[in-house]
């Protein structure tokens, strides 16, 4: 059985937009705040819940690198809320995430983020696990906590394998 390939290509918020919000500071003006002596950039993306039950729920991920070129076979998506990776170092990490194909996942896609960006998938986004490369990495995940079940995994019949663009 082969590989399928993938190239991953830089974040964009316009390439990223079916599938959630792009979280980087460089999309907002910052407000002044504590007497000026801190820059808040506000409301850079929402973490949805679609029940009632559901809550926002705040969390730190620490986060071993993975080899690229990178061969995978998982996706999950999170039906009742949307999930939110906000990098607490400037390292780029890897984004796949797949639309919905009827009720699985179609054709992956793959970005890097550039140091900074973080991403919130919509509801419901098929997406690879947190994928840190070159070193580990900290993370702090918005999530959706509460009764219900959250997840849905599928996997590939056939694996897809990633590399980087050039450049990155």
């Known amino acids: 059985m082969s590989?399928?390939?993938?190239?991953?290509?830089?974040?964009?918020?316009?390439?990223?937009?079916?599938?959630?919000?792009?979280?980087?500071?460089?999309?907002?003006?910052?407000?002044?705040?504590?007497?000026?002596?801190?820059?808040?950039?506000?409301?850079?993306?929402?973490?949805?819940?679609?029940?009632?039950?559901?809550?926002?729920?705040?969390?730190?991920?620490?986060?071993?690198?993975?080899?690229m070129p990178l061969t995978f076979s998982l996706v999950e998506r999170h039906p009742l809320g949307s999930q939110a990776f906000v990098p607490l170092n400037a390292a780029p990490f890897l984004v796949v995430v797949c639309p919905d194909d009827g009720g699985k996942p179609g054709r992956a896609r793959a970005f890097v983020t550039a140091p900074g960006q973080g991403v919130c998938y919509a509801i419901g986004t098929w997406h690879g696990v947190l994928t840190p490369f070159g070193a580990p990495q900290e993370f702090v995940v918005i999530d959706r906590g509460g009764a219900g079940v959250n997840l849905e995994e599928h996997v590939f019949d056939e694996p897809w394998t990633i590399h980087l663009a050039e450049g990155i």
Do not use: S, W
């Not at 002596?37 to 506000?42: G, K, L, Q, T």
């Not at 730190?60 to 690198?65: D, G």
């Open 3 to 67: 590989a399928r390939h993938l190239t991953a290509q830089p974040l964009t918020a316009e390439a990223f937009a079916p599938f959630g919000t792009v979280i980087d500071k460089a999309t907002a003006d910052p407000r002044p705040m504590n007497a000026g002596m801190a820059r808040r950039f506000h409301d850079l993306a929402e973490v949805r819940v679609m029940d009632e039950g559901g809550r926002v729920v705040i969390g730190l991920v620490e986060a071993e690198p993975y080899a």
